[in-house]
C-alpha cells in the first residue's frame, strides 16, 4: 500500500506564511505528479498547485506569485510554501501522488487525510 502524510498546516494571520510538507511511503516504485488541492467548507475541492518529476509546474490563478510548490524525489516528498496568505485560503489541503506502486505498471492516485489552514484577518 501507499501513505501519504501531510504535515505543517496550522493557523495563521492574513500576510504570514507556512509551508506543508507531504511525505508518501509504502510499495512505491516511482511517483509522476504531485500535487496540493483544497477544500474550504461549502465549496469543491480544488487545485492549488502541481509539480511533474520534471518539476513542471502549475499554479492555481488565486494562488499564483504567493505560493511555491516544490518537490524532493529522493524524499519522495512534496512541499508547498505559502506566503502573503489570506483569509480565502482557509481550508483543509490535501496532498495527492500520481504512484506506480512496486509490480505495476499502471498508476494509481492517492490522496493524504488533509491538513487544516486557518488564515484569520
Known amino acids: 500500500q501507499v501513505q501519504l502524510v501531510e504535515s505543517g498546516g496550522g493557523s495563521v494571520q492574513a500576510g504570514g506564511s507556512l509551508r506543508l510538507s507531504c511525505v508518501a511511503s509504502?510499495?512505491?516504485?516511482?511517483?509522476?505528479?504531485m500535487g496540493w488541492y483544497r477544500q474550504a467548507p461549502g465549496k469543491q475541492r480544488e487545485l492549488v498547485a502541481t509539480?511533474?518529476?520534471?518539476?513542471?509546474?502549475r499554479y492555481a490563478d488565486s494562488v499564483k506569485g504567493r505560493f511555491t510548490i516544490s518537490r524532493d524525489n529522493a524524499k519522495n516528498t512534496v512541499y508547498l510554501q505559502m506566503n502573503s496568505l489570506k483569509p480565502e485560503d482557509t481550508a483543509v489541503y490535501y496532498c495527492?501522488?500520481?504512484?506506480?506502486?512496486?509490480?505495476?505498471?499502471?498508476?494509481?492516485?492517492?490522496w493524504g487525510q488533509g491538513t487544516q489552514v486557518t488564515v484569520s484577518s
Open positions: 495527492k501522488a500520481d504512484v506506480i506502486r512496486m509490480g505495476f505498471v499502471v498508476r494509481s492516485a492517492y
Open positions: 509504502g510499495s512505491i516504485s516511482s511517483i509522476n505528479d
Open positions: 509539480i511533474t518529476r520534471g518539476s513542471a509546474t
